[in-house]
Nanobody, 124 residues
Framework: QVQLVESGGGSVQAGGSLRLSCAAS????????LGWFRQFPGKEREGVAS???????DYADSVKGRFTLSQDNAKNTLSLQMNDLEPEDTAMYYC??????????????????WGQGTQVTVSS
């Protein structure tokens, strides 16, 4: 059973920064995908950013230019640096994994494994 463990998150004022990290118990960068999703109350999970089997990154339009992925393959870790945060970014953030060749920031239903989630709260 693949485990994804998130860390980071918390509360910050608008314009501030936070860094989320996800450690995967099993991850092969040339084969698997890792990504970040977020969920607003009463809404489905939406994709934030991902890195695919080709090493290509994909970002939701709402976070482009503000959020950046970074990867530490030696530690099977994917981090999400979130800058210039806005109150609209307040949500539960989840790390997700897709095992086997995959590309792009696919809809949440196509992802195989999930972390427990970490809350991000941005105050105005």
């Amino acid at each position: 059973q693949v485990q994804l463990v998130e860390s980071g998150g918390g509360s910050v004022q608008a314009g501030g920064s936070l860094r989320l990290s996800c450690a995967a118990s099993v991850y092969t960068p040339s084969r698997d995908c890792l990504g970040w999703f977020r969920q607003f109350p009463g809404k489905e999970r939406e994709g934030v950013a991902s890195i695919d089997s080709n090493g290509s990154t994909d970002y939701a339009d709402s976070v482009k230019g503000r959020f950046t992925l970074s990867q530490d393959n030696a530690k099977n870790t994917l981090s999400l640096q979130m800058n210039d945060l806005e109150p609209e970014d307040t949500a539960m953030y989840y790390c997700a994994g897709r095992w086997g060749y995959c590309t792009g920031l696919a809809p949440w239903i196509l992802w195989d494994s999930w972390g427990q989630g970490t809350q991000v709260t941005v105050s105005s």
